[in-house]
């Protein structure tokens, strides 16, 4: 998702400003392993969990929890986090690890977290978008990913008295001593990138 609306769009650019830099780019959620397949960095979303790697935080995205139409007059419109417990997700597991996120939110200045039964789970991000949008269930996602659904009625915001945490976007790449120019260069434009996306 990263790639396709916000890298690949400016592509071009990078490529202007440094022709001599062959780009290899592989898009997806899964959990790639940078030093066994041999990939200079990786732009990810969340908290990194891998310490041996290099972290660099490009920045804060704003999230939103939103459903269709249709799911919201079928179970309701949540008014108060307390009432999730009434409400279906749509699932989304990591595709390398069995790991089931749940909906995250700021009460009373701490994150709340809020597991809820999902009737349909998936494993990639625009699945999960999509599935929101045919009505099987609440999604909780970066704003611009879903900003034009927000925008036309087919995604309505719930709970926006409580925000979503701000969820961090890094690059990850393998330590060594001396970066390797080609991945500086990258590394410093798509950091300038995120800064003026989300800055």
């Known amino acids: 998702m990263h790639a396709r609306e916000i890298i690949l769009p400016r592509i071009a650019q990078f490529r202007q400003r440094y022709p001599q830099v062959e780009l290899v780019i ?10 066994r397949e041999g990939i200079d960095c990786v732009v990810r979303a969340g908290q990194p969990r ?32 307390d009432e999730l417990a009434g409400h279906h997700a749509v699932g989304f597991f990591s595709a390398s690890h069995d ?11 701490a994150v709340a977290e809020y597991k809820l039964a999902s009737e349909v789970s998936v494993n990639d991000a625009e699945s999960y978008t999509v599935c929101a949008l045919s009505g099987c269930g609440l999604i909780q996602v970066p704003r611009f990913r879903v900003q034009p ?35 500086r260069v990258f590394v410093d434009w798509v950091s300038q990138l995120y800064a003026e996306v989300f800055g």
């Open 149 to 183: 659904y927000l925008d036309s009625g087919r995604l309505v915001q719930v709970l926006a008295d409580w925000p979503c945490p701000d969820l961090p976007v890094s690059v990850l790449y393998p330590y060594h001593r001396q970066l390797s120019p080609r991945v």
């Open 50 to 81: 891998d310490s041996s790697l290099v972290v660099k935080r490009l920045a804060l995205m704003p999230e939103v929890i939103c459903a269709s139409p249709d799911y919201l007059a079928r179970l309701g419109t949540p008014r108060h986090p």
């Open 26 to 35: 592989s898009t997806g959620d899964r959990l790639v392993d940078l030093v």
């Open 99 to 109: 790991v089931r996120y749940p909906l995250t939110l700021m009460v009373d200045g």
